[in-house]
Each structure stands twice: as structure tokens, then as C-alpha cells.
């Protein structure tokens, strides 16, 4: 069920995880060149998904027990769609992504079963409210010039098309941050019915 994983006692930097096609990464990855500069930073395509819960570091032993709650979850296969740039924050705006059109209403129900059962489990809980995105690129301090470029960027791509793809499943992962980026590992996967 769980693949294998640090020894026991230890601690994984962990999250919940849907995974997004390689078209959308893709197109997303051209975006992401587009607005990258000093201040902004491209996520790379392969660490593009939809986060569905970030746990931080969690005990090992507690692996097992989120595989197990994801294995419970009766989901079938559904569609997404990706469309559009956003930020959070346009005064702000620390993170660019691409929007969850089709899907979102699913993917809040799959949010709110997991932070049911994460709270059961007596893990801690994100208590903002979930948003569906795909994080595109990230702006570390941008000055008052590039956070104008920032938002009329978006602005200019806020009704492209990305993509849309059937969501067979969900992952538990695992992040080992490096110099050069998180780098990131399957530690349980959980199939939806067809």
C-alpha cells in the first residue's frame, strides 16, 4: 500500500497532491518562462500539480495513516480544466497561478474529506479556506515596476485556456528541499473507480 519511506521515528516534509497533465505543464511552462525575472521565479513543470493539503514535516508512522485515509475516500475519475492566470494578492502578488475551472466544485470535496480526516488523525489543518490553482511562478519582493508587470500580465492571460485532463487519483508526497529546488517522491498513491 505505502511504499517504502524513511525509517520509522524520522519526519517527511509532506502534502496532498493532484497530479496535472503533461499538455497543461506544457503551456504552463511557457507561461512561466514568460514572466520569470529577477524578482520571479518559474516553478519547473514537473513540480506543477494542484496541492491539496500541505502537511510540513510529518512523523513517518503518520504516513501509513494518511495512505489509509486516502484509501478510504470512494472517488470516480472527473474532469479538469485549467484557465486563466491569478494571484492572491494584487498588491502583493507572491504567487501567479493557473485557475481550476472545471473540477474546482470536486476538488473542494476531496479538500474538505482530507481535512475532516487529518483533523481525526489530530494533525494539524490549513484553516483558510481552499482555493483550486496550479502554481505557475512565485515573486520573491518584487519592486513597485514589476508587480505592475506581474498583474497586467495576468491580466492580459486571465482567460487562457491550459488544459483539461480526467483526474484518475490523488498522491500523498514527499518534498526534500535542495539548493536548486524541492525535489519530489510518490509515497502513496490512491486510483479513483473508472
Do not use: W
Not at 30 to 47: F, G, L
Not at 51 to 64: P, Q, V
Not at 66 to 86: D, K, P, T, V
Not at 103 to 132: H, P, W
Amino acid at each position: 500500500m505505502v511504499k517504502e519511506h524513511e525509517e520509522k521515528g524520522g519526519s517527511t516534509r509532506a502534502f496532498i497532491a493532484i497530479e496535472i497533465n503533461q499538455a497543461a505543464k506544457e503551456k504552463l511552462a511557457v507561461i512561466a518562462s514568460q514572466i520569470r525575472s529577477s524578482s520571479v521565479k518559474a516553478v519547473h513543470p514537473d513540480q506543477m500539480h494542484i496541492t491539496m493539503a500541505f502537511l510540513g514535516d510529518i512523523d513517518n508512522d503518520s504516513i501509513e495513516e494518511i495512505g489509509m485515509l486516502l484509501s478510504a475516500m470512494e472517488r470516480s475519475q472527473f474532469g479538469i480544466s485549467l484557465m486563466g492566470l491569478g494571484t492572491f494578492s494584487t498588491k502583493r502578488p507572491g504567487v501567479i497561478f493557473a485557475k481550476v475551472l472545471d473540477g474546482a466544485e470536486v476538488l473542494a470535496l476531496i479538500s474538505s474529506y482530507i481535512n475532516d480526516g487529518l483533523a481525526a488523525l489530530g494533525m494539524t489543518v490549513e484553516e483558510r479556506k481552499f482555493s483550486a490553482h496550479v502554481t505557475v511562478a512565485r515573486a520573491r519582493n518584487p519592486s513597485a515596476t514589476e508587480i505592475d508587470r506581474i498583474n497586467s500580465f495576468v491580466a492580459a492571460h486571465s482567460g487562457d485556456p491550459f488544459g483539461s485532463f480526467i483526474c484518475s487519483g490523488i498522491k500523498l508526497k514527499g518534498s526534500v528541499l535542495t539548493p536548486k529546488g524541492p525535489i519530489y517522491r510518490d509515497l502513496f498513491t490512491k486510483s479513483f473507480s473508472p
